[in-house]
Structures are given as structure tokens and as C-alpha cells.
């Protein structure tokens, strides 16, 4: 999601406000995560509304007198007082507004999973579904389809996931699937991947090993790595025997290949130049 300025502003207002309430007592973090996320769903839907919520030129209080005329009564308090924020604030397009809402409603059912104690669980969750879909291309076809009815998409990924995963994990990945909209689901789960990882401020390395890594190898790597970026890292290991041995890292944009096929393939570009 790229956001310009004044969106930036409005999302950072709205994540703000979104800590106080659940800081109060009493706000349950993963049911405001869930009501936002229906709303959103909701813009999505409706067109028209989106784009009376989302227009800067009317005054900020006739934008928060809309949700609260919509939703009073049909949400939590708290999440009626994150919509406030939302709606009073100035995005840069009513799309902007729905995708940061989106982006609000993720950190508060990370929130859940903090609480409970999950957060390292769900980020697991996240990276082996985003695996077995990078892993079968009909699948995420399926799942990124833009003529695919929503709710066969839904009852697709609880078919696959339901009650082998946690709660806000599968939450997550319904949303990442509603939302896709041809824009590839694969993408949004590894985005999801790294914003659970900067829960617990560590950055993603994914490492494609030709053979399974012991605990004692993944914490020296781990240790390795932190040590060459200078910030912790999450190790997100996957095993690949068509490495022929040696790992692949990535980090961000940057590859460390120094898997036995990685060698030969830069042997043989050698040897074309020679």
C-alpha cells in the first residue's frame, strides 16, 4: 500500500487513536479488528459510500455524523470511535481511506495476538499458508480470481485452514483474499508476513535450504544475520532440494545466494564471458 502525504497523516492519526482506545479497559482488540475489517469490506462494496467518506471536501463532522448514523448501534464503541478518526480525517482518495482503514483493522487483531501471547504463532501461520500458495499456482489463481464470487473464496481458505490455525491468522488471510482483486494473493501475504514480524521488531529472512536446518543451525544463522544488518531477524526456513546443498537468503530486495545450484549457475555465466 503506498499512501501519499496527506494519507500518511491520516493513517498515523488513525493508528493513534486506534492505541488509546485499546488501551482503555474493557476494548477486546480482536473484536475492533474484526468490526473495522467488515467495513471495509463494506466501502469495497459500496461505492457511493466510499466515496461520501472519503471526500475531503465536505466537512469533517458531516463524515463522522455518516458512520455514526450508519453504524451506532451495529459496533463496538471503540471501533466506532477508530471510524471517527477515519472519517474526520483527510485522505488522499476515498480508495486511500479504505486501504488505510484495512491497514487499522490489521494492527488491531496483531493487537489480539499480542495480548494473547500469539503473535509468534500467527506469524508462522502466515508465512506457511503464504508458502503453500506460492507453491500451487491454481490455488492462488483461484484465490486471486476477480470474477471468483467472495464467498466461495471464503469457504475455499476455511476449507484448507479452518481449526488448524489461529483465529487472526485465518481473519487475515480471508481479508488478503477478499481484497486481492487480481493484484496476486501471494503479495499480500508476505506483507502480512513482515507486519506480524514488526510486532515483535524483527525483520523477515526468508532462507530456502537444499536440506532441514537443526535449531542450533537456524540460531547461528539467525545470529549471523542480525549481526550483518544490525537488526533482529525472523527466519522463515523452507526446504528446497533442488538446491543441491547451501542456502538461499532474502532480505528486502537483497539475495544471498550460497546454494550449490547459485554456484554453478554464476560458474557457467563466467565461463559465457570467458
Do not use: C
Not at 36 to 45: A, E, F, M, N, T
Not at 112 to 124: F, I, L, P, R, W
Not at 177 to 202: M, S, Y
Not at 256 to 263: E, F, K, P
Amino acid at each position: 500500500m503506498t499512501l501519499h502525504a496527506a494519507s500518511r497523516e491520516a493513517l498515523d492519526l488513525a493508528e493513534n487513536r486506534l492505541g488509546e482506545v485499546l488501551a482503555d479497559a474493557g476494548a477486546d482488540a480482536a473484536t475492533v479488528g474484526d468490526e473495522l475489517l467488515s467495513v471495509v469490506d463494506l466501502l469495497d462494496r459500496e461505492i457511493g459510500l466510499r466515496r461520501a467518506v472519503g471526500d475531503a471536501s465536505v466537512e469533517p463532522e458531516a463524515r463522522r455524523g455518516l458512520i455514526r448514523r450508519l453504524f451506532d448501534g451495529k459496533l463496538s464503541e471503540p471501533a466506532l470511535k477508530v471510524l471517527d478518526t477515519v472519517a474526520g480525517s483527510r485522505w488522499s482518495s476515498p480508495r486511500q481511506l479504505t486501504d488505510g482503514l484495512e491497514s487499522v483493522g490489521r494492527s488491531a487483531l496483531l493487537t489480539a495476538a499480542e495480548q494473547a501471547g500469539n503473535v509468534d504463532t500467527v506469524e508462522s501461520q502466515l508465512f506457511q499458508i503464504a508458502r503453500v500458495v506460492a507453491g500451487s499456482p491454481e490455488l492462488e489463481a483461484a484465490l486471486s480470481d476477480l470474477a471468483g464470487p467472495a464467498d466461495a473464496k471464503r469457504a475455499l481458505v476455511r476449507g484448507l485452514f479452518a481449526d488448524k490455525v489461529d483465529v487472526v491468522t485465518e481473519t487475515l488471510v480471508e481479508q488478503v483474499v477478499r481484497r486481492a482483486k487480481g493484484r496476486g494473493v501471494g503479495i499480500g501475504l508476505d506483507k502480512l508476513v513482515k507486519l506480524a514480524a514488526e510486532r515483535r521488531q524483527r525483520s523477515v529472512a526468508y532462507v530456502t535450504s537444499a536440506n532441514a536446518l537443526t535449531d542450533e543451525q537456524q540460531t547461528q544463522l539467525g545470529s549471523k544475520l542480525t549481526g550483518m544488518y544490525g537488526r533482529p531477524m525472523a527466519l522463515h526456513v523452507e526446504v528446497d532440494p533442488r538446491l543441491g546443498g547451501g542456502l538461499v537468503v532474502r532480505v528486502g530486495d537483497e539475495v544471498i545466494d550460497g546454494s550449490t545450484a547459485g554456484q554453478l549457475a554464476a560458474l557457467r555465466g563466467r565461463l559465457s564471458r570467458a
